[in-house]
T-cell receptor
């Protein structure tokens, strides 16, 4: 149980386009989801906390208008990278607070490459 | 921002040997967790140790926590090639979770 599905797993796009990444909790309801960014061989950097039905809380230094987060239902949060540029290329991972307290359940990640 | 530092950054051992990874952190925590990440994949939760616990076991995993030193260690005994992955500690302050820099473990068959 407690599966988080992240889609797409890989996306290549042209500079200036927008990319949407979906994060779904398949067998549980997630009132809180998290979005992380990970550079090669580095740790996860928390970008924002997504709460169902309210605005996301962004970490310092993360551009809200650049990385749009929508958590419209208890099972779905989306991250949209707007007007993507090559420097946005990275591995994006979502997670959700699940049925076991204090434990986060992670999606498989999305590798974004902006040409 | 990252919470903790882990050492070593990379560890290479032979199958059957034990692997020890360390994590230090800076702020007060409710619990500390260890996660595993295979290359290019999401993270998988391994074990959680609460701030009032000192040691915890799960299969071949042994975790210690020293809140006075703000440090934790993860021991993997009798390692296998399939244990090759990156291991991250994560501190839970109650508001969010912060990850350490990770240790890349390579277990050679």
């Amino acid at each position: 149980g407690a599966v988080v599905s992240q889609h797409p797993s890989r996306v290549i796009c042209k500079s200036g386009t927008s990319v949407k990444i979906e994060c779904r909790s398949l067998d549980f309801q997630a009132t809180t989801m998290f979005w992380y960014r990970q550079f090669p061989k580095q740790s996860l950097m928390l970008m924002a906390t997504s709460n169902e039905g309210s605005k996301a809380t962004y970490e310092q230094g993360v551009e809200k208008d650049k990385f749009l987060i929508n958590h419209a239902s208890l099972t779905l949060s989306t991250l949209t990278v707007t007007s993507a540029h090559p420097e946005d290329s990275s591995f994006y991972i979502c997670s959700a607070k699940g049925p076991r307290p204090n434990i986060q359940y992670f999606g498989a990640g999305t590798r974004l490459s902006v040409l | 921002s990252q919470q903790g530092e882990e050492d070593p950054q990379a560890l290479s051992i032979q199958e059957g040997e034990n692997a020890t990874m360390n994590c230090s952190y800076k702020t007060s925590i409710n619990n500390l967790q260890w996660y595993r990440q295979n290359s290019g994949r999401g993270l998988v939760h391994l074990i959680l140790i609460r701030s009032n616990e000192r040691e915890k076991h799960s299969g071949r995993l042994r975790v210690t926590l020293d809140t006075s030193k703000k440090s934790s260690s993860l021991l993997i005994t009798a390692s296998r090639a399939a244990d090759t992955a990156s291991y991250f500690c994560a501190t839970d302050s109650g508001n969010d979770m912060r990850f350490g820099a990770g240790t890349r473990l390579t277990v050679k068959p």
